[in-house]
């Protein structure tokens, strides 16, 4: 099975790192021709906004869009959480997703570079130990679907809980940054659940 | 572990995921949008470009907190702003508004001499340029998230970004092939931590992000740099100084993620309209040579 990496813009390499520490060799994604060749997708960190212009610039956005749309394994981390969700809120206007999760999702939900952070986190789906979570302007669900499951949720001072990891059959979605951290337990789940 | 914000790693992730991407100078909110349509990661909020610094002259500040508010709520991605080199106050002011990432910058007057801002006091991150792998290292001593090479800002001319990009590069080979106990000598020399002068040499590379900016006026400017090694670019004076800056912020935009593409770099270089009129470095008198500020 080859696995690719959308290297259009943000942290693709750390994904791709992360792929090889699992015994994944995975490919950078930027053409449609590219596209042809992978089996499975990761949609990496970085500014959502500039993405979709990205994959649009280079003719990828339908194609991933399709592709996705017919089963295709993707996983998304932040922006990626983003692009694969159908929902978005605090977006730029008329900003266009991938789709493909029934989540409502809320961009830079816990507000601004100087409330990012890291923190220990509990998703026993994925890994029997807390998995180390790293937020930058991260973005949070919002609204989940009935055929959503939720993997994991960030809960907050006074009690407020929000989804940060979720699945939808062969979709998944982390609004966290695993892939800069040395936890690669959510790329071995993406590897060895999601992609069967 | 309990939750925890400023971080090292928050600090550096943000820069991370910057990365592939072109940051660019705005002026005002109407930029700002244009520069965000172009598929701009972030937007460097300024009063004045640093070409017009140049042609103005005078002291160079930090940008009035209205106009930096205003560009924050214009558009959805992150916001820069530059704070003069060793006025950490004007960074507790940039933070206290909640920008993204501050420029601890050489295009503003500098205020202290002899010493840069205490960056790790901040939770939000901060950026400085480097003429060379000493001096990024001393910035990342002292807390940056983030390098850029310092080029000579608002003349669009890109040789001294070249110059800096090769320094940077050359040295870092350089470290990689030494003995341990020729890296003493080598921090020494380049007045650098020995620490961080062990990690670069052990992995071949910065510990943190490094962007390239200075000059920078054209889409072929961009990939060169993207080729050279960078992880990014800043795009100051290039784009809003330029005939049609839409269309050269989206060309700039597609050259720095295809940068090793010619066949994209020459489509994205096609009828741009004028770029930037620019200044030759080597025209301008010693003292008018920013890249020269900082220690």
Same mark, same amino acid.
């Given at each position: 099975?080859?696995?690719?990496?959308?290297?259009?813009?943000?942290?693709?390499?750390?994904?791709?790192?992360?792929?090889?520490?699992?015994?994944?060799?995975?490919?950078?994604?930027?053409?449609?021709?590219?596209?042809?060749?992978?089996?499975?997708?990761?949609?990496?960190?970085?500014?959502s906004?500039?993405?979709?212009?990205?994959?649009?610039?280079?003719?990828?956005?339908?194609?991933?869009?399709?592709?996705?749309?017919?089963?295709?394994?993707?996983?998304?981390?932040?922006?990626?959480?983003i692009?694969?969700?159908?929902?978005i809120v605090a977006a730029?206007?008329?900003?266009?997703?991938?789709?493909?999760?029934?989540?409502?999702v809320r961009r830079n939900a816990?507000?601004?570079?100087?409330?990012?952070?890291?923190?220990?986190?509990?998703?026993?789906?994925?890994?029997?130990?807390?998995?180390?979570?790293?937020?930058?302007?991260?973005p949070?669900?919002?609204?989940?679907?009935?055929?959503?499951?939720?993997?994991?949720?960030?809960?907050?001072?006074?009690?407020?809980?929000?989804?940060?990891?979720?699945?939808?059959?062969?979709?998944?979605? @982390?609004?966290?940054?695993?892939?800069? @951290?040395?936890?690669?337990?959510?790329?071995?789940?993406?590897?060895?659940?999601?992609?069967? | 572990?309990?939750?925890?914000?400023?971080?090292?790693?928050?600090?550096?992730?943000?820069?991370?995921?910057?990365?592939?991407?072109?940051?660019?100078?705005?002026?005002?909110?109407?930029?700002?949008?244009?520069?965000?349509?172009?598929?701009?990661?972030?937007?460097?909020?300024?009063?004045?470009?640093?070409?017009?610094?140049?042609?103005?002259?005078?002291?160079?500040?930090?940008?009035?907190?209205?106009?930096?508010?205003?560009?924050?709520?214009?558009?959805s991605?992150?916001?820069?702003?530059?704070?003069?080199?060793?006025?950490?106050?004007?960074?507790?002011?940039?933070?206290?508004?909640?920008?993204?990432?501050?420029?601890?910058?050489?295009?503003?007057?500098?205020?202290?001499?002899?010493?840069?801002?205490?960056?790790?006091?901040?939770?939000?991150?901060?950026?400085?340029?480097?003429?060379?792998?000493?001096?990024?290292?001393?910035?990342?001593?002292?807390?940056?998230?983030?390098?850029?090479?310092?080029?000579?800002?608002?003349?669009?001319?890109?040789?001294?970004?070249?110059?800096?990009?090769?320094?940077?590069?050359?040295?870092?080979?350089?470290?990689?092939?030494?003995?341990?106990?020729?890296?003493?000598?080598?921090?020494?020399?380049?007045?650098?931590?020995?620490?961080?002068?062990?990690?670069?040499?052990?992995?071949?590379?910065?510990?943190?992000?490094?962007?390239?900016?200075?000059?920078?006026?054209?889409?072929?400017?961009?990939?060169?740099?993207?080729?050279?090694?960078?992880?990014?670019?800043?795009?100051?004076?290039?784009?809003?100084?330029?005939?049609?800056?839409?269309?050269?912020?989206?060309?700039?935009?597609?050259?720095?993620?295809?940068?090793?593409?010619?066949?994209?770099?020459?489509?994205?270089?096609?009828?741009?309209?004028?770029?930037?009129?620019?200044?030759?470095?080597?025209?301008?008198?010693?003292?008018?040579?920013?890249?020269?500020?900082?220690?």
């Open positions: 099975m080859q696995v690719g990496v959308l290297a259009l813009q943000g942290d693709f390499r750390e994904h791709l790192n992360a792929l090889a520490q699992c015994g994944v060799q995975g490919i950078e994604v930027r053409t449609p021709a590219e596209l042809e060749k992978i089996d499975a997708l990761i949609i990496p960190g970085g500014e906004t500039t993405i979709v212009s990205l994959a649009k610039t280079f003719e990828v956005f339908e194609p991933i869009k399709k592709r996705i749309a017919a089963g295709m394994p993707t996983y998304g981390s932040c922006a990626g959480m692009m694969l969700a159908d929902h730029k206007d008329g900003q266009e997703t991938f789709g493909g999760i029934d989540i409502t816990f507000g601004r570079q100087v409330d990012s952070f890291e923190c220990d986190i509990s998703a026993p789906a994925i890994s029997g130990s807390p998995i180390h979570a790293i937020f930058i302007r991260a949070w669900v919002e609204k989940v679907g009935k055929n959503v499951e939720v993997l994991a949720s960030y809960e907050g001072a006074g009690g407020a809980s929000h989804p940060v990891a979720v699945r939808q059959g062969h979709l998944l979605a @982390t609004a966290f940054h695993p892939e800069i @951290t040395d936890d690669y337990s959510v790329h071995r789940y993406f590897l060895d659940k999601v992609c069967l | 572990m309990a939750q925890e914000s400023g971080t090292s790693r928050v600090k550096r992730g943000m820069a991370e995921m910057l990365k592939g991407g072109v940051i660019m100078d705005v002026v005002n909110v109407e930029q700002a949008k244009i520069a965000e349509d172009a598929g701009a990661v972030a937007v460097m909020a300024l009063e004045r470009v640093p070409a017009d610094i140049r042609a103005q002259g005078g002291v160079a500040r930090m940008s009035d907190p209205d106009m930096i508010a205003a560009i924050q709520a214009a558009v991605i992150p916001v820069m702003a530059k704070a003069r080199i060793g006025h950490f106050v004007e960074a507790q002011i940039l933070q206290s508004l909640g920008v993204d990432f501050i420029d601890e910058s050489e295009v503003l007057t500098p205020t202290d001499y002899a010493n840069h801002i205490n960056k790790w006091d901040f939770t939000i991150p901060f950026v400085c340029g480097a003429t060379n792998l000493g001096e990024a290292l001393r910035r990342i001593n002292e807390g940056a998230a983030m390098i850029r090479s310092k080029g000579e800002a608002g003349t669009g001319d890109v040789s001294n970004a070249m110059t800096h990009m090769r320094q940077i590069g050359g040295e870092i080979r350089r470290l990689t092939s030494m003995r341990e106990d020729e890296l003493y000598v080598a921090a020494k020399e380049m007045q650098a931590p020995f620490d961080l002068v062990k990690e670069v040499a052990a992995n071949g590379k910065l510990p943190v992000v490094l962007f390239t900016a200075g000059g920078i006026a054209t889409p072929a400017d961009a990939a060169l740099m993207m080729q050279m090694g960078a992880d990014g670019v800043f795009i100051g004076s290039g784009i809003f100084k330029s005939g049609d800056p839409k269309r050269r912020a989206e060309a700039c935009v597609k050259a720095t993620t295809a940068f090793t593409d010619a066949k994209v770099i020459a489509d994205a270089s096609r009828g741009l309209g004028e770029a930037m009129v620019g200044i030759n470095v080597a025209d301008l008198p010693a003292p008018h040579r920013l890249s020269e500020r900082g220690w």
